[in-house]
């Protein structure tokens, strides 16, 4: 995930410590599909592939990144087609702002055609907020993301539409994404542009962004970056130039 213009949660888990959740979970896998319990990769994430860039990608993604204390279970692929459902379940007491009592669901699939894939997912959590701030604030959040993306030689295109509804009760806030990206391949270095859009009633938020990669090879690269946003505060604008080592 990348910048945030709009509170977008991407870069956020449902982990209870407010940290990116670590990977921590055991599995069982058979020939009818795959079994994950612990902490894990959120499968809604499989929609986002315009967040294809570094620094600046993802913007406006709006569901957890990654999910923790959950269990999921992906089927195994059949006709091109395979789908997962999964559940959390948290609960517990913290300082601040932190979710209590988290309990949520995932589930979408894919379907792949030539060099077409689709990806859709649903995610839904009731938690409540508890904190100097806000004292048993119950929020309920939905969020529904379809991606497409397409490849062609060295040519690839993605396009993810995205909309989640997060109510308080007393406050419903609605947000609809888009993002758009595009990269070309030529021998040791990748070319890309991106726009992503956050529309969440009152405001749109936009931003586009270039950038440039170059395969150093050893599974690392160099990259320049420039996200341009139409934000008036602060203007957002940035070049972001970067190292990468892939593992």
């Not at 209590?100 to 995610?123: E, M, P």
């Not at 508890?130 to 991606?147: C, I, L, P, R």
């Amino acid at each position: 995930g990348g910048r945030d213009i709009s509170d977008a949660s991407s870069d956020n888990s449902t982990d209870l410590a407010e940290i990116i959740v670590r990977h921590a979970n055991a599995g069982l896998k058979t020939k009818f599909g795959s079994l994950t319990i612990g902490r894990q990769n959120n499968p809604l994430n499989a929609t986002y592939v315009a967040d294809v860039f570094e620094f600046n990608s993802g913007v406006g993604e709006q569901s957890p990144y990654r999910i923790g204390n959950a269990i999921v279970y992906k089927a195994k692929s059949v006709a091109g087609v395979k789908g997962y459902a999964g559940a959390m379940l948290e609960g517990g007491d913290g300082a601040g702002t932190e979710e209590q009592k988290l309990t949520g669901a995932v589930f979408g699939g894919a379907y792949s055609i030539g060099d077409i894939n689709i990806n859709a997912g649903y995610f839904l959590a009731d938690y409540t907020l508890k904190g100097a701030a806000v004292t048993n604030t119950k929020t309920e959040f939905t969020d529904w993301s379809v991606g497409v993306s397409y490849s062609m030689g060295e040519m690839y295109f993605g396009v993810n539409v995205e909309s989640s509804t997060s109510d308080t009760g007393a406050t419903e806030t609605d947000k609809d994404v888009i993002d758009l990206a595009a990269t070309y391949t030529m021998k040791t270095v990748t070319y890309g542009v991106g726009y992503a859009s956050v529309d969440d009633g009152t405001d749109t938020s936009t931003r586009i962004l270039l950038g440039a990669y170059v395969n150093l090879g050893g599974n690392s690269d160099c990259y320049f970056e420039t996200g341009q946003y139409n934000e008036e505060a602060g203007d957002g604008d940035n070049y972001v130039f970067g190292y990468r080592v892939k593992f």
